[in-house]
T-cell receptor, first 113, second 112 residues
Framework: DADVTQTPRNRITKTGKRIMLECSQTKGHDRMYWYRQDPGLGLRLIYYSFDVKDINKGEISDGYSVSRQAQAKFSLSLESAIPNQTALYFC????????????FGSGTRLTVV | AQKITQTQPGMFVQEKEAVTLDCTYDTSDQSYGLFWYKQPSSGEMIFLIY??????QNATEGRYSLNFQKARKSANLVISASQLGDSAMYFC?????????FGQGTELSVKP
C-alpha cells in the first residue's frame, strides 16, 4: 500500500455539487497538506494542518474546506463545485525529522462540468 | 508573499548531455530546505534532491546535483548525462514556514 493514499483517483462532478476528496497516510506524520495544480502550472497550497487541532488556510482556500478526522486522515471538500476548480489535487505529508521531506499522494484528477 | 522563480518554461537537451534548470526564491528566512521534484506526464510528484540552507556542501543524488548559492537565493538543479526518461516537468520548491512553496516549473524535453 502507498504511504499516502488519495481517493478517488479521478472524479467528474457537476457544477454546484458538494464533493469530498480523501487522503490517508500510514507514515504517522503530524503535518498534512492539500495542493492544487492547474495545467502547466506549479502546485498551490489550499490548506495545511500541523496536527489534528491545527488547521490553516493556504494561498487559495476560498471555495474549499477541510477536516482532519485523525492524524492519518485529512479530507478536502468543495462545498459547491464550479468549473474553475477543475484541477489535479495532491495531498502530502511531512516528516518530523531531518530532512523534513514531503511525501505526495498520487493525486486526484477532478473535473467539474 | 514568497516568490519562487523558474525562468525557463521549457528546455531541450540532447541525450547524454548535462542540463541546468534555474531556480531563484525570495525569502527572509535563514533556515529552510530546498526540494526539487520531477513530474512525468503520468502526474505523480517524484522527489529528486534536497538541500538544507545551512549545508556547507552542495547536495548530490546520483545524476542530480544542486548548485546552491544562499546569498543569491539560487538553487539550480543540474542533471548530468540526460536520459530520455528525464523528459518531464521539474519543480523547485523551498520549504518556507513549514510549507512547500512551488515554482511554475520547467518542462524538460530530452532529444535522442
Amino acid at each position: 500500500d502507498a504511504d499516502v493514499t488519495q481517493t478517488p483517483r479521478n472524479r467528474i462532478t457537476k457544477t454546484g455539487k458538494r464533493i469530498m476528496l480523501e487522503c490517508s497516510q500510514t507514515k504517522g506524520h503530524d503535518r498534512m497538506y492539500w495542493y492544487r495544480q492547474d495545467p502547466g502550472l506549479g502546485l498551490r497550497l489550499i490548506y495545511y494542518s500541523f496536527d489534528v487541532k491545527d488547521i490553516n488556510k493556504g494561498e487559495i482556500s476560498d471555495g474549499y474546506s477541510v477536516s482532519r478526522q485523525a492524524q492519518a486522515k485529512f479530507s478536502l471538500s468543495l462545498e459547491s463545485a464550479i468549473p474553475n476548480q477543475t484541477a489535479l489535487y495532491f495531498c502530502a505529508t511531512r516528516e518530523q525529522g531531518y530532512p523534513y521531506g514531503y511525501t505526495f499522494g498520487s493525486g486526484t484528477r477532478l473535473t467539474v462540468v | 508573499a514568497q516568490k519562487i522563480t523558474q525562468t525557463q518554461p521549457g528546455m531541450f537537451v540532447q541525450e547524454k548531455e548535462a542540463v541546468t534548470l534555474d531556480c531563484t526564491y525570495d525569502t527572509s528566512d535563514q533556515s529552510y530546505g530546498l526540494f526539487w521534484y520531477k513530474q512525468p506526464s503520468s502526474g505523480e510528484m517524484i522527489f529528486l534532491i534536497y538541500q538544507g540552507s545551512y549545508d556547507e556542501q552542495n547536495a548530490t543524488e546520483g545524476r542530480y546535483s544542486l548548485n546552491f548559492q544562499k546569498a543569491r537565493k539560487s538553487a539550480n538543479l543540474v542533471i548530468s548525462a540526460s536520459q530520455l526518461g528525464d523528459s518531464a516537468m521539474y519543480f523547485c520548491a523551498p520549504s518556507l514556514g513549514g510549507k512547500l512553496i512551488f515554482g511554475q516549473g520547467t518542462e524538460l524535453s530530452v532529444k535522442p
